[in-house]
């Protein structure tokens, strides 16, 4: 394999990834531009999704192995993302969904905490499908059986190059996790989403599922999603209680990779980068934003002082 260039990738037209990069430069990480890399610079410049060059096999092969090797260069340049108007987007990289993947990719667990609408699932589903292609097998514990499929309608939403992934790579690539409870089946990846809202019996099943890590019967890399809100149901108590015993990601990690342990990491949006707006509305709509409109969330206590500390009038 090819070394990544010393240089950045100053042809890529996706903003998201270069505004990261410089983001990072200001939080005073020196390897800022990893995001950037690319590892053949035969393929600089090309756009992917160009068919113009499809009949060119040598080029063709060093997109393919650029993409299969090198996931900084998959999300930047051959994910897209439809909206509901049908429009394709570049994909959007963000801080906390940055430093999930980094840790994943040096072998830790992550307990993500997010706002809705910040990419966080959609970022862990074109991730997931990335590793499904290359032969990993992927399982989801979701809140409901309907959750589960909507998984699926979410990694079929993810545009890619056309001859990178058949979608099906990623259904066949599928376990469903209570096969890891009966039979101590191995999966790579397991992805729990929106852990807050997870009832009693699935609770007790990732339980069991961590125990079984802890004891070493296997060894799949587990994934927490969860939204702030909601703070009385059981689900975000016990998401609370399983954040505490882990350890924070710190940006001091970018630089020191292999300071990266084989153990549980607490991700969570910085609150201070989320209200650093220019406007009362913008504040108020991150605000609601971070609290999923969740009336009762609202209306409580910790809404109030949380929004007396950031000046913000309800």
Sequence with gaps: MMMP????????????????????????????DFILKLYNENINGLNPHCRDFLLEQKVLRDIQDETESNLWYYLRECVKIRDRENKLHDFNLNIINLESLFLLEHGADVYLTSPRATMG??????????????????????????DEHNM???????????????????????????LIL????????????????MNNSTINDIFKILKLKKEGKIKTQIIFKSCLGRES????????DIAKSSSKFEYFY?????????????VQEDIHDLFNKDTAEEKIENFKRLFNNDEETINNELYCNRCKKYEIRL
């Design 5 to 32: 260039l010393q240089n950045k990738y100053k042809e890529t037209n996706n903003k998201y990834f270069e505004n990261l990069s410089e983001k990072l430069n200001e939080k005073g990480v020196r390897n800022n």
């Design 121 to 146: 699932t959609m970022t862990m589903c074109a991730y997931l499908l990335w590793k499904a292609h290359t032969g990993k097998k992927i399982s989801f514990v979701c809140t409901r059986k309907s």
């Design 152 to 178: 699926f309608d979410r990694i079929k939403e993810i545009i890619t190059t056309p001859f990178f992934i058949d979608k099906g790579i990623a259904i066949s690539s599928y376990i469903n996790y209570k």
């Design 182 to 197: 009966d039979y101590n089946i191995d999966v790579d990846y397991l992805f729990i989403d929106d852990f807050e809202h």
């Design 233 to 240: 149901s059981l689900g975000r108590r016990v998401a609370d």
């Design 254 to 266: 970018f630089d020191y990779p292999e300071l990266i342990e084989n153990k549980l990491y607490y």
